[in-house]
């Protein structure tokens, strides 16, 4: 098999979380975050982020994370940290804006401005974040590959 015979990554379609309980999650995440609930049922639920979701499942077993994580991506990136505070998250120190939450879940956020990361025009204004712009870096990353 040649580099050219193999699929292409495309992008992330979820990312699942395992937590102790759904109730506390949801409360925890709605805390910090808006989101729509996608779905729900027994010992799962399902955040909606327009053409991507975040599953999170009753069920965690294993420690914190500690270097073991994922970026969400959000429109208003400094409200996060107060939120975060308020909601109970565990904060790691370093660069970025990393916390853990209850069930040591290690979550990095990121500003939709500020990173490659794109939705679709349709997908934004489906969000109801039609008018969310990307910096003049971003902007310059996404064009040297050809993305913008």
Known sequence: MTAD???RLVGINHVALEVGDIDAALAFYGGIFRFELRGRGPGRAFLDMGDQFLALSEGRRQGDDAHRHFGLVV???ARVRDLAARAG???VEGPFL???DPWGNRIEV???ADVQFSKTPAVLAGMGLGGLAKSDDARRQLADKGLA
Do not use: E
């Open 89 to 91: 998250a565990r904060f």
């Open 75 to 77: 429109d208003d990136r």
């Open 98 to 100: 990393d916390f853990l």
């Open 5 to 7: 015979d193999r699929p």
């Open 110 to 112: 990121v500003a939709y």
